[in-house]
């Protein structure tokens, strides 16, 4: 553990490794995984995708160090194993990165400076991401690496450049990260003029934001859309309209009851003035058939009273009314019918019915 303890660079790492050290190589693991899973990261394009890059990078450096000749070289060496790795698995998946989407997701993982941001802040933030990313979508996956490595990893130009050496493919990436460098600030310099010449109110802004969430607060409430919002409104206003002149909207209640209440009275007079011409003559053919069921001196009768109240049949109460023997007067079948009585007088009844609705 002394050894550990004395290994403060990478080159010692490298060396005690390869003196057979295992451990040596845990510690440039340890030092060197957050940094390589945030590229992988940004060069995949997904978590899943980085992974699989990272672990495969690890692999290849692990077997290859032993062989290292030039272990202050380790940093730039890593790199462009790294970088390469990740460049054969995007090719091998045949798609480019979604660059947008990763810088997104990367910034919203970024730590809070730890204090508020205006809305102004925040709208020049998000137009100077904007340019940012149509700028570096239009670039080769490897010159995307360049601006990891760079802007990400803060490797210096020398780094890189050093990573270059052991590919000459790779031997580029020094002059691509200076193009890309003087075009980022190019538009830098664009995007201050621009911010320089707009006319922003905050003030404005600030009163349209309230105004968008009191809005949403609505649509929350009454429904999600604009017209749902303007169709309660519409109910709202007509009650307060109603409310505000209570004593005539209850006068012109009145007036529609009453005129509900003529109509009705009238169509019950109408159903009633029927139903006494039909009870004459139901109640004839009811006594002919209690007459074939030798009741020879009875009366009947079918007798229409009106209730109190009106109900969906109109407002007469029908009551049979019966005087079975000479000289009595008529009463209500349900006082005065005995049970042999009573059978006889149902089957007259149901056979008149039955013959008059044809059942």
Not at 217 to 246: F, M, N, V
């Amino acid at each position: 553990m002394r050894l550990m303890e004395e290994a403060k660079n990478d080159a010692e790492l490298v060396l005690l490794f390869q003196q057979g050290q295992e451990w040596a190589f845990e510690e440039l693991f340890q030092r060197y995984k957050q940094a390589a899973m945030r590229s992988a990261f940004l060069l995949a394009g997904n978590h899943f995708d980085a992974e699989n890059v990272l672990q495969e990078a690890f692999i290849k450096c692990y077997q290859k160090l032993a062989g290292l000749r030039k272990p202050e070289c380790f940093k730039a060496w890593f790199w462009r194993i790294l970088t390469h790795t990740a460049w054969a698995y995007c090719k091998k998946r045949d798609r480019e990165t979604p660059i947008a989407a990763i810088f997104e997701e990367y910034s919203a993982g970024l730590p809070n400076e730890g204090r508020s941001k205006s809305a102004l802040e925040y709208l020049t933030e998000n137009e100077e991401q904007q340019i940012l990313q149509a700028a570096i979508k239009r670039l080769p996956l490897k010159q995307k690496t360049v601006i990891v490595l760079y802007y990400y990893n803060e490797m210096s130009v020398q780094e890189i450049a050093q990573a270059g050496a052991y590919d000459g493919k790779a031997r580029q990436l020094e002059e691509q990260l200076l193009t890309i460098d003087s075009l980022l600030n190019d538009f830098n310099r664009e995007l201050a003029g621009y911010m320089e010449d707009a006319d922003f109110d905050e003030e404005r802004f600030y009163e349209i934001e309230k105004r968008l969430d009191f809005i949403n607060g609505l649509k929350a409430k009454y429904g999600g859309t604009i017209e749902k919002i303007l169709s309660e409104y519409e109910k709202k206003q007509a009650r307060i309209e109603t409310l505000s002149d209570y004593d005539a909207y209850l006068s012109g209640l009145s007036q529609k009851l009453e005129q509900k209440e003529a109509a009705l009275e009238a169509l019950c007079k109408k159903l009633s003035d029927i139903r006494q011409k039909e009870a004459v003559r139901l109640a004839k053919k009811i006594k002919a058939a209690l007459i074939d069921l030798n009741f020879l001196d009875v009366q009947f009768e079918l007798q229409l009273t009106r209730k109190k109240e009106y109900t969906v049949s109109g407002y007469d109460e029908a009551e049979f009314l019966i005087s079975a023997n000479p000289g009595e007067p008529l009463k209500s079948l349900s006082k005065i019918a005995s049970g042999g009585e009573l059978s006889r007088i149902m089957l007259a009844i149901k056979a008149v019915l039955a013959a008059t609705i044809g059942c």
